[in-house]
């Protein structure tokens, strides 16, 4: 891990895995943490990471953290959380490959369903174990619309997320009376680097849009948010469209 804090000793941590992530930055920045809150950026890239901090306009640590490299995450989460364990994760790695190339090297589909779903299963155990074990903490998921229904055009990356999606929602369940709270939000298209080049679906949103509805959310109770607000409605919809219907569809 390497520290770029100056200044008191924290009272509360923040973790962002994906820390170069443009949704999870927006979440920090809506959060605005105090001054004696320690945000964490893990990710895979020590310079990005430096970077994203810089965005954020606060000091930041950084630690080293690969989603796809599962055997790793409870020795992660036992050293992050050996110097506090923290109040709030939010896990944010994901990665969006387009079908063609995931069906010309399958190594690809592995690697996306590693990273968007298996993943987050072996960090968020593993956080979430800590935090059970203190009786608090706070777990941020970021699940998709793609896991309301599979598209024929990203099949791969809409299995992942309904892995996720269902995983985060029994898992919520499990800590119920815990203590430890997790919040799943359910995205749209949102316009940023991982949609860069596509066309915006209906009810597109902004990586901003996302972090104030998620901070919102975070002061209240809700168990789940969607982004914008009107996609439950459309994504109840489209879960009622006959099969060859969607097939026609759905893009
Ligand atoms: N953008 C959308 O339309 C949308 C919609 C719904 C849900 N989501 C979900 O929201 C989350 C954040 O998306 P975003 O829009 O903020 O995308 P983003 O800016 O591309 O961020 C993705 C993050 O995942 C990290 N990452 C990828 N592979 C990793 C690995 N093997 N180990 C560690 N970190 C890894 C990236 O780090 P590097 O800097 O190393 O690449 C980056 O920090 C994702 O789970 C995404 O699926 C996005």
Redesign the pocket.
């Known amino acids: 891990m390497t520290n770029h804090r100056a200044g008191p000793i924290p009272r509360s941590r923040v973790l962002l895995?994906?820390?170069?992530?443009?949704?999870?930055?927006a979440i920090l920045a809506a959060l605005d943490p105090g001054a004696d809150v320690e945000v964490i950026l893990?990710?895979?890239?020590g310079q990005?990471?430096a970077a994203?901090g810089k965005t954020l306009h606060r000091p930041v640590t950084v630690a080293r953290?690969?989603?796809?490299?599962t055997a790793s995450h409870q020795a992660f989460a036992d050293e992050i959380c050996a110097g506090g364990v923290p109040d709030l994760v939010i896990?944010?790695?994901?990665?969006?490959i387009p079908q063609e190339q995931a069906e010309r090297d399958v190594r690809l589909a592995a690697?996306m369903i590693?990273?968007?779903f298996t993943?987050h299963v072996t960090a968020l155990l593993a956080f979430g174990g800590h935090m059970r074990q203190r009786g608090s903490g706070t777990i941020v998921v970021?699940?998709?619309?793609?896991a309301v229904r599979p598209r024929k055009f990203n099949p791969v990356?809409g299995a992942a997320?309904a892995g996720l999606d269902a995983f985060a929602r029994g898992f919520a369940d499990e800590l119920h009376g815990t203590g430890v709270r997790l919040l799943l939000?359910?995205?749209?298209?949102?316009?940023?680097?991982?949609?860069e080049g596509m066309d915006p679906a209906p009810l597109a949103t902004t990586?901003r849009a996302v972090g104030i509805a998620v901070a919102a959310a975070l002061r209240g109770k809700k168990s789940t948010v969607w982004v914008p607000a009107p996609l439950a409605g459309l994504a109840t919809a489209m879960r009622l469209i006959p099969r060859p219907v969607w097939r026609k569809i759905s893009r």
């Open positions: 895995l994906g820390g170069t992530s443009e949704i999870g930055l893990a990710g895979r890239d990005r990471l994203a953290y690969d989603a796809m490299d896990a944010a790695t994901g990665i969006l690697g590693e990273t968007n993943g970021l699940s998709s619309v793609a990356y997320k939000v359910r995205p749209g298209f949102v316009t940023g680097r991982m949609t990586p």
